[in-house]
Each structure stands twice: as C-alpha cells, then as structure tokens.
C-alpha cells in the first residue's frame, strides 16, 4: 500500500477539482459539488435565487465565465483564462475591447513583490472587468494596441451549496464547514472542501456514533451567511462543537484560531489534539478570516474554532498562483486528516465520569495494579491512577486529559476499560 | 503660539502659588484657593471649625504663620522663614529663646544623606517648635548662643478647602482631588492643584457632558476625610470613577497607582490610556501615600486611583528644597493634562455596544469595505471589523480597546461612525 | 541545652522504634504503638478485625514475623531478618527450603543500580515469599544449594492503629495523619509519627486553642481507608485543614504537595509558611504518593496536604536501607517541627477582621503613628496601615499575609494588637 493511503485519494480529488473555475456562484461550483456528489452520494445540493436575502446581505447575480483573453491585435495570445483563470478579476462583467497599452495596464492587477506570480482577485460587489497577471509579464508589453476579451455574464440564477448529514444516536451535532468559491487555488482552498470529504468518510466507519455529523460546503462569506440565516435556530440548538477546515494541504506546522470565546468544546478538543503534537501555532481570534467571521459573531456565537496547516495571509504563496497542486501534498493532507479524525474520536468518546469507589479503588485484585511493591513500583499505572483521582464528575475527559497530561488517544482507552470493570461511571 | 501653552499656564499659576506657606489649615491655604477662584470664579470655598468630628477625627486648631528666624545672637539671620518657608516645621508653636548651640540643634531636622537641601517636616499632632535646614548650613554653626523665633499661633479657626462642580447630563461623576497643603513644594504638590484646575477648564469646553464632573482641594489626609465624612453617601452613590491628582509635573515617566481593587472604571480608564504609551510604571496599591488611602478604604472603597509622573517618595527631590520650580516644566505638566484629557475623553464615551447585524454586515455596500478583494485588502478595516466583531452588549468600548489593542481616541470615532450607520447600538 | 532539643527528642524516638518490624499489620505496629503511647498516654489503640471492609478494600490475615535467614547448607548465615528486617520482602508466607543457587536468586530482590543497598519491598496482595539483599552480596553467592527460612505466619488478626484527639474550643479540627507500616526506614517513614508526636504534645501546650486537634498514626493506604470508612461524616463535617506528615527528617529542603484541590485552608497555610522560606519546591498533586491519595478522593475531598523535606520517591535513598537513622538529623526535624508549629499557630489565629474606622483610624492620638511628618516617615507602620487597609470583613488574615507580604508570625501580633485597640473586630 502507498504511503499516506488517504492523503493520496483527497491530493487526487483536489487535483481533478482544480481546473474548474469555482467563484462566489456559478457553473463551476455546481460542477465541483457534482463530483463530489461521486464520492458521497448523499451529498444534498441546494441553490438559492439571486435576490435572496441572508440577514443583512443579499445573494448578487450569477456569474459565467466562458473564455477571456488578451491578444495582440493582430498576433497571438498573451494570456487566456483558459489557461490560469486566475488570470480574470472574478466576478469581471463582459468586456470586448482594443485598448492602448496604457489602458489595458489599468484592468490589470499584479503583485510587483512577487514578479513572477499571478494574483487572485474578486470584486463580488462592485461591477469591474478586470484581469491578473505576473508583474514581469506586464513588463514584457511592448505593442500599442491590445485586444481584451472576457466572455462572462451576469444574470439571475442561484448561489449554490451543498451539505451532508450523517445521523448519530444524538440529534447534537459536530459540524463541519469548508469553502468552495476559490478557482485554481490548492491549499486555500481546495485542501479544505476535499479532506473534509474524506472525513465525511471516516464518520461512516465509526459505530455507535454518539453525535451526528453535518457536512456543509459553501462560498466564504455569503455562503456561510445564507447558510446560517437558514439554520440557525437548530444550529444554535444542536451544534456541540464545528470546525472551519481549510488551508489543510500544505506541509507547514499545524495551527489553530479560535472561536470568539476561546473555550468551546470546538476549541478544547482542537488544543487538546494539538498540544500532543511537539508544536503549534496559536492565533487569536483577532487574526481570523474564514467563516469563523460569521459563525462566531455575536448573536449567533457558535462552537467553531479552525485547524490549520500554514494559515491564509501568512506565507507567500496565499492566493496566489503559486497555491498549486505542488504547493499541497498527500503526507500533509493524511497528517492534517489524522488530526481532525483525533478531534473527532476525542468529542466522541468525551464524557464525564465519576469514579464509583470512596477512596482508590483495590486495583490489585482486579489485575489491575502491581501486588509486588517497591520504589517506583506504581509508575505503570500512574495514568490510570491520575484518571480515577480526577473522574470527579465534573471534569470531562478532555479537560482530565489536559490535567494528567495524557493525550486523548491514551486516555479514552483506559476509561473504557475502568468503566468495564465498573470503576467509573459517566454521569 | 507657544509650545505648550496649556503647560505654561499651569506652571505660571504655580509659580504665583510657590511662595505662599500653605498647611494643614491657615491663610496660606484661604490666600492660595482665592488665586485659583481668580481662575474658576465658581470654585466654592469651605469652612470647617476647629473641633469637628471627621470620622475617627478632629479638626485641629488653625496654624497661622508670620515669620521665624534663627540669628546670631549680635548679627543677622542664619535663617529666615521669609526667605523659604521650609525652614518652620510645619504647625510648629510659637517659640522665642535664646539658646546654645547645642539647644538649637536639638530643633533642628535635616538631611544628612542630601547635605545641601532642606526637608519638609510637620508635626500636626503633637505640639513642637522646630527648624528645618541644609545639613551642610548646620555644620557651619560656630557661636555659642542663638536666637530663634517662631512667630506664629494655634487657636480655635478653621479647616479650609474648596469645591467646583460642573454639571453634566447625568448626576453621576467623575470626581478628582488634590492637595492643598504643602508649602513651598512644586511637583509634589503644586503640581496637583494647578493641573486640576486646567482640567476643570477642559471640561467646560466638552459640550453635551454625560458625566458631572466635581473638582475638590483640600489638605491631604484629614481634608479627605473631612471631605468623606460630609459627603460619603452621596459620593457612593454617583462616583463613576475618580482620581487623586499628584506628582504631575516633573519630567519623569508616567505611573499608576490603582485603587485597592484596581479593577474599578477608573483603574480601567487610566491603565488603558497609559497602555497606549511607550511605557508606564504600574504601582501596587501597597505603595500607596495620598488620598486614596481614605478614598479607598474599607467600608468607603470608591472607584479613584492615580496616575502621576515621579511618584511621591520614588524621586530624590521628594519634600525637601529641590522640588521646587526648576523640577517642574510646562512640557512635562502639558504632557500630564492631555493623558488626563484622554482618560476623561475615554470615560466620557465609553459605552457598551451591541451590533445590530447578525453575521458580519455588508459594509461594501455603505462604503465601507474595499470592493476589490485580493490577499491584504481587508488591512484597512480590520480595526472597524474588530470593533464589530466585539460588540456584544456586554463589552463596553474600554474592554474592546484592550481586546482589540486600538487606541481609545481611534476607537470612539470609529463607533460612532458605525451608531451613525445603524450598525452599533448603544445598550 | 542541646542544640535542636526538640528535634533530638522526635530523633531518639525514632531510633528507638527504628529496629521495629512494622508492616500493614502485626505486632511491630502495636508494639510501636504502645512505644508511642508512653509519650502521650491518651492515644487510643484501635484493632480492626480480618475480614474487615473499608469501602472497596478488606482488611486482610495479619502478618507475623518472627525470624528469616538465608544459609549456606553446611555454613552459617548469609542474610538474617534479625541483621536487618529489609532483608524478608513484607507480608511474605512461611517458608523453609533448601533450594539450587539459581532458584533463591530468582526469590530475591536487588537494586542493581543501586548496588550496596538493600531494597524495601512487600506483597500484601497477593501470596509470596521473598528476601531482599543488596545487589553486591547477591554476586557473591557461589555455593549450589542454600537453606532459606521465613518463619512467619499469615492468621486472621487485626489491623492496628492509634488515634489522639486534643480538645479545643470548636469541635472543628486540624488534622494530621502519619503512617506506621514501614520496617526499619528513617525518613519515609518514622520522622512522620514521630514529628507528629511531638505536634501533639506542642499543642497541648497552647492555652485557648480555638481549634480540636486530631493525629492518626495508621498503616499508609488500607490504614487512611479503614479510618475514613469508620469516620467519613465526621472527618467531613469537622476537619478544618489536616496534613499528612511524612519526610521530614533529612536536611533537603521543604516541599509541599497539596490536595486535589489545592486551595483548601490546609493548602493556603502550607504556602503561607513556606513562603516565608529563602525557597521551598511546589510539587503537583499528580506527584501525590501518600495517603492524600485516599483523603483527597472524589467523594471524600478532604482539605489535607503535605509539607515535607525531600519527597518520597525524588531521594535516591528512599525505600532502601539507606534511609536509616543517619539520613536523618534532630536539626532538620526541629526545623520541621518549627515549620509545622507556625502552620498551627497560623490556623490558630487566622480570622476575618474588619476595620472598625470608615478611613484610617486617628493612630497618631494612640501612640500608635510618628508624630514628626518627614519624608519616610511612614516606613515603620506601613506594615499596621497595610493591615488597616486590607481588613474588609471578607480577607482573613492568612490572605491579608499574602496580600501585604508579611509573614503570619508578624502578622498577628499586629492583629491582636488592634484588635485590643478596638480598630479591628472579627466578623
């Protein structure tokens, strides 16, 4: 079997998502959802009308994109959207013009401190055309006149999402929430939206699942906005802990932004998984920018907290055309993967026990202790011995787990086997 | 115009105070608060009687002052009160004897350690004559007999001190005190009174006052107490935040000294003005010396703290011939009065917040946000998004400037411009 | 006198109980017992039947020993009991055999690291028969058979412990609690019952005490259990702050382990009086080792902790025959012993006072305050006005100490002193 198994089937989707041009609406996000409809086929699509209102927002026109191009007036391509489609300012209105060189420099957005890279740029909510290139290309003008071509539209249709529930013994849910409105962009955005998927998978293979599991896939922003002007009385009502889950692929160190709070389920379990890694970084919540923006402002103040490799706006390579598919790789995204299935087993298996016994228990005569005993005897079961001093009934497993510093993954175990032998019981 | 001419009319107002021998009670004091009603005409000035019940004290008899001298027994003054009014310790009883050499030392305070200054000393209770001196002047004694004479008198009279209120829309107030009874002492205190004043006329110029505003001068100590004892219920009642106004004009750095909680809206106030310097030194409540000591006593526990340059006792020229107009400057008072400026600009517009938006609002399309998005275009209104973010009808706007770390005098503005938007609503 | 009277008095104790086999149960621990009960005739002596429940534990056979050795066939003794009771492993069963140089090896248990010492080892729990020898000696053996004699007997019996109640004015008490199961080991464990005794006869000594006084001399683990099943309510309703005393006799400097919790009364005043040390070493109740791990259960939650020298299981002698009477000093036990006594005198005076002036008290008029007003005049009553300052009815004295940083043994003279002014009353 290949190394990283599972990192390699979410690299491999994200590749074949790649080409297409996802934007705030349009054509490209109902083809991206339909492929992703393939490997989940409960994957529920919803389109909602341009005009709809989402608290105080309202859903824009539909965009299509066919073809854009800059052409010399009588040679070849300069650029085609076909291509990069970063190439076009997204959202760009219909444009057919020739232009001098000067006026088709003033369409043109580049990053001069990243010559050789091609920005990626929207104007949702203004009319613009407008295209991207690299600075050294734009230095490589040299005729009068040019031909600029975006074969777009912009008309009433629908923003697209789609969502997944996967039902568990409860009605309380851990939601997961990741965009799908960036084109050719790898690690921001499409590592998010694909591992996701894949731990839409993992769900299903666990039994017993104490939670249910919502899935949803949305444009930044409005997406999330339109979303939740939708659900929120039975979001604020069952969701127990959700995740933002993008910018996942890149083999960066892990790092996490928290809810508005800071202390929700969501962020106790996403510390708790980290702090068992050697390092990580941890933002504030001032330097948020994905749709924690919506989910956690006030009034609506929900769990949701992000896991992050390398985190939007902080390397170089963000929403530029450097965020290939060389900029993501399967062992990051089997890492990143392997992280949030850990969140997930934690939440699952979190519970608060008491410990039936006054005093410590007689371990011994269940097998469960040394009966030879010397200096250092007890060390071996230290950590079981931590456990039951603190099942106090009030302590979560996670929050036990931060106190005796054993990692989740260590702990649940042993709870189990307490509460076999009826030593602890939840509460 | 000059630099600093609010400085300058402070340290003018000083400098016609310096000479005039101010104490616990006497002329010095009535002569001292009529130059100030010069200043504010509505400054009201109070008569306590000698023998009047402040809390777990009384009111001394009144000290009057003409003049003292020590002189050679055939020749001219070595000493003279006229001269600097330090050289009587302070309340000292009459006094009239030719003495030894040996006698005369036995009255007479000085400072070894600072051989060149005169120390400040009183005995307000316990009856004593005695002298002050530069220790280097007491080596240089070589008579056999002195003259010394204390030209003054303890008779029934009067405490004095004075009142200035300027009402605002609210009876609740912001409250400041300082001292009136150290004689010729500059930073400590003259500093204090003088500074107030100018204050006092700044917040004339503030139209639409939320806050009363209410300005005492009184002696320190017992004057606070007498002060307490007459209005304690009401000053419970309406003090919103206070402080005591000392030590403001030397050029030393700023520091604070908190309230015995140090949480109060006072403390809030001026540790998140201080917090915008480069630097400021933060007292312990332990280290307190000044008013607060009565203001924030068991039982009394009013919201005042203090914010000064070169705290009382810290600096070397502390009560002795040193602090004295050349240790003060206008740069240094200037500097003092706007920080206290920013603390009543920030108590003035402090509010608590709520937005009315669930979910972030559409700014883009009241002008508010970029409408070109590329990485880095939110920079610009990052602090307006973190200010909404954070209204949640709980924080009040000091709180969210702590959060946030944006400056108070940036931040009201920008909540105001969102109240105009109907995005803000104060709760 | 001698130096560290005390201290030579708990020492020679110690010594004299040293050559003592005591184990979980048996005669060793009674004989210690009654040893003990010469030096405070009013300790009770309890016998617990076999069979016996305490909570999840059974009180089991009794053990006795009367001899052990190990001997070449034809030779004399190469290890006897009577040498040294570490050499038979505790609560072995009889045996007598002669048996191959390979099979008494693996009977035998060594601290190859620690080669010239013999280890502490036991086996209540589960049936063996075991010698200990240090690791040297055992590469000396060389002859093909050896005779191996534990002459010892495993009968119903009793458990045996002793308790010792102290009246005072309140049926609330302090508590302390030391074990009496271990052979001939110094620090871990006789300094423990020994410093307890003479704790108590401390304080007998004390006229007016506020509180009862409590001392349990008992095996560790089953012996806490066995008191708690018999005591829980009581221990509940009554123990104000209690202390398992145990390492106190060797001149490593103090540690504290606290209860679970870690801000009981018994924790605030271990800290309190610690502090007051150039250093002492915090450890984490997750290094708990004593029978704290049965008073502070969940369920039971007593406010017990430890102040102790070098702690269990962090010494390399700990456990092994080199903690004997020359690892411990009658220097380092009068030091704790001291440390112990300004933990009661602590608990003993700690109250709630409140300051009877609204602002500070006239103390000048009482003698109380220098007369002389001068820079720095205030320095040697700050201490009082500290005092003054922070007695609001809700601090108690131990948490004004730590406020004012002044140690509890200043700090009530102080108290008592304005208390008898009439400037504080308790609440």
Chains 1, 2, 3 share one sequence.
């Not at 922003?221 to 993008?246: H, P, Q």
């Amino acid at each position: 079997m290949a190394d990283n198994p599972i990192g390699l089937q979410i690299y491999n989707l994200a590749k074949r998502l790649f080409p297409i041009c996802r934007s705030l609406t349009g054509d490209g996000v109902r083809e991206s959802l339909k492929i992703m409809q393939q490997v989940m086929p409960n994957l529920n699509i919803f389109e909602v009308p341009t005009g709809s209102a989402a608290f105080d927002w309202t859903v824009p026109k539909e965009w299509q994109i066919r073809d854009a191009f800059i052409r010399e007036v009588d040679g070849g391509n300069l650029l085609s959207f076909k291509e990069n489609n970063l190439h076009v300012v997204g959202y760009s209105a219909p444009f057919d013009k020739v232009l001098s060189k000067e006026e088709l420099i003033k369409m043109i957005c580049t990053l001069p401190e990243k010559p050789s890279l091609i920005p990626y740029v929207t104007s949702y909510y203004e009319e613009r055309s407008g295209f991207c290139m690299a600075y050294n290309d734009i230095l490589k003008l040299d005729k009068p006149l040019y031909h600029a071509v975006i074969d777009s539209a912009l008309k009433d249709g629908f923003l697209t999402y789609a969502e997944l529930l996967i039902p568990g013994e409860s009605e309380k849910e851990i939601f997961f929430s990741s965009n799908i409105c960036h084109p050719s962009l790898a690690n921001n955005e499409l590592s998010g939206p694909t591992l996701t998927l894949a731990l839409a998978k993992y769900v299903e293979t666990l039994t017993n699942r104490r939670f249910s599991y919502r899935f949803v896939f949305i444009p930044e922003t409005l997406g999330s906005l339109v979303y939740l002007s939708r659900n929120l009385e039975k979001m604020k009502r069952d969701i127990a802990a959700g995740f933002v889950v993008c910018c996942v692929g890149d083999e960066g160190g892990f790092s996490y932004l928290p809810s508005r709070s800071g202390c929700t389920l969501a962020d106790r379990a996403a510390k708790n998984i980290l702090s068992a890694l050697d390092s990580y970084k941890s933002y504030s919540y001032l330097e948020r920018g994905s749709d924690e923006r919506q989910y956690c402002a006030t009034g609506i103040d929900l769990p949701i907290c992000s896991i992050m490799r390398s985190k939007y706006g902080e390397y170089p390579e963000y929403h530029t055309s450097a965020d290939n598919m060389d900029f993501i790789t399967p062992k990051a995204l089997e890492e990143s993967y392997k992280i949030y299935c850990s969140a997930i087993d934690a939440l699952e298996h979190n519970a608060t026990y008491k410990s039936t016994a006054l005093g410590e228990p007689q371990l011994a005569r269940r097998g469960l202790y040394p009966t030879l005993s010397y200096a250092g005897s007890a060390a071996s079961v230290r950590d079981m011995m931590n456990l039951l001093a603190y099942a106090d009934g009030l302590l979560d497993l996670i929050g036990i787990s931060g106190i005796i510093k054993l990692p989740m993954n260590e702990l649940i175990p042993l709870a189990l086997k307490l509460e076999r032998e009826g030593l602890l019981v939840r509460v």
